[in-house]
């Protein structure tokens, strides 16, 4: 694999922030996805980051350093309906095909 | 409406009986790839293509075999099924020259296809 790594679980509470962490190995680096999927459910595309610093789309932000291999999601107001496993995937080499990390499942609790 | 197709959703078989996952796309989109996702251990590629006639084998490539006639379908073949196979599979499709950015590579999923092999 690429040692993707990111947290096997996380809770956290409605209405709170979660950030989501994920180390890749830095060779060959092309660009990092973040992925939502729901239980049963096949994985929607949430970002995308090639450069450093922060994307920001609504409610999820996700951030990004080059020279650390470091990316986190950032989850804000969280609802219910965010309970779902989060996938951080990077871009390596030549073929431009991401592979995945084991996702991070969070739970989201009253 | 832009979608990825996969057939059938739900597959039990027994060992040693070939069966085929397809997979269709109407996106005219040029990749497609097949994964499995088992738990504890993710998504992990199985083979995929870059475009008609050209396929390279993933990450988990044993025991599969695929091929890519036409731009749209990309079946899935096991020849001789075993246990350690069954597992959730999903065909994804993406096309990153559409974005402008090569390794802007969004993969789109079908809905998956979860194999049993007794």
């Known amino acids: 694999g690429q040692n993707i790594d990111q947290p096997t679980e996380m809770t956290a509470t409605e209405g709170a922030i979660v950030q989501i962490n994920c180390t890749y190995q830095?060779?060959?680096?092309?660009?990092l996805f973040w992925y939502q999927q729901h239980a049963g459910e096949a994985p929607t595309f949430l970002s995308y980051?090639?450069?450093?610093g922060l994307e920001e789309k609504g409610r999820f932000s996700s951030f990004l350093s080059r020279s650390k291999g470091y990316s986190y999601l950032l989850l804000k107001e969280l609802q219910m309906k965010d309970s779902a496993s989060y996938l951080c995937a990077v871009s390596l080499g030549g073929s431009y095909i991401p592979t995945f990390g084991r996702g991070t499942s969070l739970i989201v609790h009253p | 409406e832009a979608q990825v197709t996969q057939n059938p959703r739900y597959l039990i078989t027994v060992t040693g009986k070939k069966l085929t996952v397809t997979c269709s796309q109407n996106?005219?989109?040029?990749?497609m790839s097949w994964y499995r996702q088992d738990p504890g251990l993710g998504l992990r590629q199985i083979y995929y293509?870059?475009?008609?006639?050209?396929?390279d084998k993933g990450d988990v490539p044993e025991g599969y075999k695929v091929s890519r006639k036409e731009k749209r379908n990309f079946p899935l073949i096991l020849e001789s099924p075993s246990p350690n196979q069954t597992s959730l599979y999903f065909c994804?499709?993406?096309?990153?020259?559409?974005?402008?950015?090569?390794?802007?590579?969004?993969?789109?999923f079908g809905a998956g296809t979860r194999l049993s092999v007794l």
């Open positions: 994804a499709s993406s096309s990153p020259q559409a974005t402008g950015d090569l390794a802007k590579n969004i993969q789109y």
């Open positions: 293509s870059m475009n008609v006639e050209v396929t």
């Open positions: 830095t060779s060959g680096f092309n660009g």
């Open positions: 996106m005219n989109h040029e990749y």
């Open positions: 980051n090639v450069l450093d």
